[in-house]
């Protein structure tokens, strides 16, 4: 079966049982047809014999109930039943926030911190190192340099260590963290409770405030984390009455920037359409205006999550308000 190609999951069988079918086969030499004929047939009616093939054990049975009971209700069972939602501890480090990995990071040596690195996704390595003081990145990545020597047994203990310290970690009511809540709640609001919500966030807190901003995503902010080539996915996501709207009332009421950023990276013929219907547009309620600026915003926000432009990096930005000045 083996050598005619057929996927059969031997990685299901329990280490000592793949090690001694390893051994049998090895041991295989010479199998008379007629014998080969009698376990052919045996093993065929066994087979045909099975009415329902079961889960198999407190682990399958889980995954195959995964997104049909609830989320807390599962990670008790697994709990209950000693079961592991990942066989392999790095597929659920690949998927952990960034600040659970920083976390464990500071409290663990700059070997280990290598040996993490190493082991996520690039796009996840990066931003982790992203987000490490200059210095502690740096060294992180020499010691990446010593990890050659490192065996597989070894980042397999390593690894369910760090499984277990985040397993350890009392669970969360909501996925999202306090920042990034607010900031979705406040990107939907308009401009003026916005404002007045993050002025007070100034006063109370002025670090939750800097986070907030951080993750918050408004029309003013367009000019700076979008890609001036992707402005006209923009149009084919939103009315173009709307969007004219959106950007006359940006025009009288203050976030020009981004309307010009706009109007510039839109085709010829599009942009002067648009600024045509802009100037014969009559004075824009302040209830119209905003609906305008929240549809445009939406509309992004619906690309960027299904992957059709993306934000650009907080250094392209600045760089690019830089050049703007």
Known sequence: MLRSGLDIPVD??????QAQLAKELANLQ???RNLLTE???????EVTSIGLNL???AAQTLNLLEGKISTETAERLRKEAGVRKFSDP???LNISDIDELIAIIEAESIEVSAIIISKLDVSKAAALLGKLPGKHARQISHAISMTHHVTPQAISRIGQSLLAQLDNLPDRAFALSPEERVGSILTATTQVLRDDVLDGLDESDPAFAHRVRQV?????DIHKRLHPSDISQITRSINTIELATALAYAQKTGPNATATFILENLPRRMAENLSDD?????????EQGEAALNAVVQAIQDLVTSG????RREEEAAMSSAQTR
Do not use: T
């Not at 299901?12 to 049982?17: G, I, N």
């Open 12 to 17: 299901d069988l329990s280490v000592d049982a």
């Open 278 to 286: 802009i100037a014969h547009m009559k004075a824009i309620q302040y």
């Open 308 to 311: 059709v432009i993306a934000f």
């Open 90 to 92: 790095w597929d659920r």
């Open 30 to 32: 010479f199998v008379e």
């Open 55 to 57: 889960c198999g054990g």
């Open 216 to 220: 918050m995503f408004a029309f003013k």
């Open 39 to 45: 376990v052919i047939e045996e093993f065929s009616s």
